[in-house]
Nanobody, 121 residues
Framework: QLQLVESGGGLVQAGGSLRLSCAASGSMFSINSMGWYRQAPGKQRELVAAIVSDGNTSYADSVKGRFTISRDSAKNTVYLQMNSLKPEDTAVYYC???????????????WGQGTQVTVSS
């Protein structure tokens, strides 16, 4: 089973920055997309940023211009650079990979355990 491990969360003041990392325990046959989701208390999980196989990226409107998603394929790692953080960015952030674990298998979602980001005002 592929394991995704997030790191880099923490407590930061508004206007500060954090860099999240998501490292995989192994490789995948093919990756369609890698993304970051977040879930605040009492709210649904939402997509924050994603990067697809050709390198194109997409962002939620609320984080455009502040967050940047990137990947290092050699390290099996995806990053989320978060700048100009706001209190409303407070949430548990989850890493997601979507693709085929092995040749011939169906595409599936893989999730990390989540990392807490808290932005104080």
């Amino acid at each position: 089973q592929l394991q995704l491990v997030e790191s880099g969360g923490g407590l930061v003041q508004a206007g500060g920055s954090l860099r999240l990392s998501c490292a995989a325990s192994g490789s995948m046959f093919s990756i369609n997309s890698m993304g970051w989701y977040r879930q605040a208390p009492g709210k649904q999980r939402e997509l924050v940023a994603a990067i697809v196989s050709d390198g194109n990226t997409s962002y939620a409107d609320s984080v455009k211009g502040r967050f940047t998603i990137s990947r290092d394929s050699a390290k099996n790692t995806v990053y989320l650079q978060m700048n100009s953080l706001k209190p409303e960015d407070t949430a548990v952030y989850y890493c997601n990979w979507y693709g085929r674990r092995w040749w011939g298998t169906k595409k599936d979602d893989y999730w990390g355990q989540g990392t807490q980001v808290t932005v104080s005002s």
